[in-house]
């Protein structure tokens, strides 16, 4: 529907854009025009009045009313009155006044009385740039049937919506339960659509017929159901004349390397480019590729001397790729892609591009997302899910305090004589005031006087690269802060121990868990805490999915880590919760015809 000019000066100032955003922006309170006859007390009422007297005090103005409708004399008062409220109310004269009417022994008074000309139905309250009358009469102009169900929206929720703008009885303060189901349909609408029109479509540089059962054939394991049904996707996507836009998130462990590998496969001849966030993970990557590819492989860091990547099928590197001359290529793939700005994402792409054509594009990502997130995400980019992992990981996981300390240095050097390997996760470098827990620069002592081989790191380590690799194949303890929430694959690691651990998002506890067990051995993993009692680590230790810690995180609201992807967005929720309402994205998802 067409806006006129004036509608349109008015949405801006709002900072919306659409009838559905304006139906989304509900009355904060309603005010009662409807003249009664009888007078209820503690209750905002209209009298229809003649002013008896008025009388200037110090800091009040007060008024004598006759009210007709009662056959009542009420006595209105108004604190701090302004100059022009003065001239308001004069003697004799006869008007509607609305305001909040209390009797006490006979005597009725009324708080702040208002001068008001529209009576006879209730009026809405809106807290907006507008001013009340000008937003109610864009309200009044808009918000009807029509242009609600015209707007895509269906006619049981065009019908609740009016309820709320234009209320027959004035609603209780609490919204209704269909009321809440109708906005957070409303505010998903909104959003998806919004998501759907960002999408955009480019022709592709590469369509073509991928193939991958030659390959996994000779390969010394089967792949999980999920592993073939996400590299089915991307064969799929690369048949089609429109460069792939996917994201493939896997669980920890889950086996996403061999997606990476049978895409770069299926692309073969043409080039194939994967950039990963640090050196570590990109040497681990071009390593598998090495043992489990029949492709020309090259890793390139900001350590690689000039050669020329044209002589290449697959080129693996870390950020060092964007200052490189790179050559065409069918398909960029980008791994822990939330590592990464945007900016830095688009260059990659850029530089391969030709023209109005792109290459096929892939993200993966070893954070799992609510489900909710998943298909919230899908309506801008294909989303394909791995939560599964190739073998069971046994891991035990249990939350411990002060008291269990001994115990643990026990099972400590039980797994060190197997040749198994520690981590210990502290949650600050340096000591602090605030934090009830030793910090890396206290503890370090006491485990290094006790135990050979001890490491340390973190973030702000410029070794800390070294450092990993050093206690890979020499160390028994790592002393580390969350910086190996992850990247580098450990084999001997067994036991992981979290200090503080009520303190981090339970996503960042799966990851550092994930750490542990990689190659079948028994893991363990303890969450030390001062705590007494902690539900949400207790909730933590009973499940072992990354998606369901996902939801579990949302319960909690420690969703600060997942949530951040779509806040960037711009899009705040205020009536719909990723928690709960995973039911109301479907109905939102097949009901949007794009």
Request: proline share 3%; hydrophobic share 35%.
């Amino acid at each position: 529907m067409e806006l006129t000019k004036d509608q349109e000066t008015k949405f801006k100032k709002l900072g919306i854009n659409s009838v559905l955003e304006l139906a989304l922006t509900i009355p904060s309170s309603y005010e009662d025009y409807r003249v009664e006859t009888s007078l209820q007390t503690a209750k905002p009422q209209v009298i229809d009045a003649t002013i008896e007297s008025v009388y200037c005090a110090p800091n009040s103005l007060q008024i004598t009313f006759y009210a007709h409708n009662f056959g009542h004399i009420i006595q209105g008062v108004i604190f701090k009155p302004k100059p022009y409220m003065m001239h308001a109310f004069s003697v004799g004269q006869r008007d509607y006044f609305y305001g909040l009417i209390d009797c006490k022994m006979g005597h009725c008074s009324m708080t702040m009385p208002k001068k008001i000309t529209q009576i006879g139905k209730i009026t809405a309250k809106y807290r907006s740039s507008l001013r009340n009358d000008v937003m109610n009469r864009l309200v009044s102009e808009l918000i009807t049937k029509e242009n609600l169900v015209q707007a895509g929206l269906k006619e049981k929720y065009a019908q609740e919506i009016l309820t709320l703008h234009f209320p027959e009885q004035v609603p209780q303060k609490e919204l209704r339960e269909f009321s809440l189901q109708t906005l957070k349909y409303l505010e998903l609408f909104i959003y998806l659509s919004q998501l759907h029109k960002k999408r955009r479509y480019f022709k592709t540089l590469v369509t073509k017929e991928g193939e991958y059962t030659s390959w996994t054939q000779k390969l010394p394991f089967e792949l999980t159901q999920e592993q073939q049904s996400a590299i089915e996707d991307i064969k799929s996507d690369f048949s089609k004349d429109v460069a792939a836009r996917r994201m493939i998130v896997g669980d920890v462990g889950s086996g996403k390397t061999m997606v990476i590998l049978a895409s770069a496969y299926m692309m073969h001849p043409q080039k194939s480019i994967l950039m990963a966030p640090t050196t570590i993970l990109a040497n681990q990557l071009f390593e598998e590729a090495q043992k489990f590819l029949d492709l020309k492989c090259v890793l390139v860091t900001n350590k690689t001397k000039k050669v020329d990547l044209n002589e290449y099928d697959f080129i693996i590197g870390t950020h060092a790729l964007l200052y490189r001359e790179l050559p065409q290529a069918g398909l960029v793939m980008v791994d822990e892609q939330h590592r990464f700005g945007t900016a830095q994402r688009s260059l990659l792409e850029k530089l391969v591009s030709s023209g109005e054509k792109k290459p096929h594009f892939l993200q993966f990502s070893a954070t799992p997302i609510p489900r909710t997130q998943a298909m919230i995400e899908a309506s801008h980019i294909d989303v394909s899910l791995i939560t599964s992992t190739p073998f069971k990981k046994d891991i035990d996981s249990k939350v411990i305090h002060k008291s269990d300390f001994k115990d643990l240095l026990e099972h400590i050097n039980s797994e060190i004589e197997k040749n198994n390997q520690v981590l210990l996760v502290y949650p600050l470098v340096e000591q602090s005031e605030v934090l009830e827990y030793q910090s890396i620069d206290e503890a370090r002592a006491y485990w290094e006087k006790n135990f050979d081989n001890v490491y340390v790191t973190h973030g702000k380590d410029k070794e800390k690269e070294q450092v990993l690799l050093d206690f890979r194949e020499n160390g028994n303890i790592l002393i580390a802060t969350t910086v190996v929430e992850v990247g580098i694959s450990l084999p001997r690691l067994t036991t992981v121990v979290i200090v503080g651990a009520e303190r981090l998002g339970l996503s960042t506890l799966h990851q550092l868990r994930g750490r542990v067990s990689r190659t079948g051995l028994k893991g363990y993993c303890y969450l030390y805490t001062n705590r007494q009692e902690s539900k949400r680590l207790e909730e933590f230790v009973k499940t072992t999915n990354g998606f369901d810690i996902a939801n579990l995180d949302l319960r909690y609201r420690k969703s600060g880590d997942l949530l951040k992807g779509l806040n960037q967005s711009g899009s705040q929720f205020r009536y719909f919760d990723f928690a709960l309402d995973e039911d109301i994205v479907q109905e939102v998802k097949k009901d949007l015809v794009y």
